[in-house]
T-cell receptor, first 113, second 116 residues
């Protein structure tokens, strides 16, 4: 069964600094990987997804993630943080033939002025 | 397109009472999910429907939780009787495909349940 582990429950950066949120996956078959963002009192919104077409995936709001099979990682980055990026971020995984999506515990991103 | 609709947004009940949540998925989405999100944790899958059939309910506490999806569209999730540890946000999501792992989930805004 597939699973993901998010390293760091809280990440704090200054506005304009690099954002790096870590996610490692475990899967017995090639996975599909996703990053979702959750703002307070809202549901989850898709940021980006990896489906094996390209290892570097670009998403909305300037975020991108790189799939590294050798490291079983799918870290989320953004070159310059904005105050509006403050939210909870979730990494998720599903198998190629079954949309049974499993989520990590989440990383809360705080952006300091 | 209209998103996933959930109601109510908030619910406060006492332990041992019953409660029901409602979800209307995106039109045309065959797959519907209920997730439980406890504060500070990631969403945990409770049940997955494909049309009106259950695909996976292995993590649903069936002694107190039940869910149905009549006519393959709307769905209700019920808890009876509620326990304190059921306090959480209940998220409904829908997806276009069940047998394709690259089909993203679309989430509603959730129902925040507080059990006192």
């Amino acid at each position: 069964a597939q699973s993901v582990t998010q390293l760091g429950s809280h990440v704090s950066v200054s506005e304009g600094a690099l954002v790096l949120l870590r996610c490692n996956y475990s899967s017995s078959v090639p996975p599909y990987l996703f990053w979702y963002v959750q703002y307070p009192n809202q549901g989850l919104q898709l940021l980006l997804k990896y489906t094996s077409a390209a290892t570097l995936v670009k998403g909305i709001n300037g975020f991108e993630a790189e799939f590294k099979k050798s490291e079983t990682s799918f870290h989320l980055t953004k070159p310059s943080a904005h105050m509006s990026d403050a939210a909870e971020y979730f990494c998720a995984v599903s198998a190629y033939n079954n949309n049974d999506m499993r989520f990590g515990a989440g990383t809360r991103l705080t952006v300091k002025p | 397109e209209a998103g996933v609709a959930q109601s109510p947004r908030y619910k406060i009940i006492e332990k041992r009472q019953s409660v029901a949540f409602w979800c209307n998925p995106i039109s045309g989405h065959a797959t519907l999910y209920w997730y439980q999100q406890i504060l500070g944790q990631g969403p945990k899958l409770l049940i997955q429907f494909q049309n009106n059939g259950v695909v996976d309910d292995s993590q649903l506490p069936k002694d107190r939780f039940s869910a149905e999806r009549l006519k393959g569209v709307d769905s209700t999730l019920k808890i009876q009787p509620a326990k304190l540890e059921d306090s959480a946000v209940y998220l409904c999501a829908s997806s276009l495909f069940q047998d394709r792992g690259d089909s993203p989930l679309h989430f509603g805004n959730g129902t925040r349940l507080t059990v006192t």
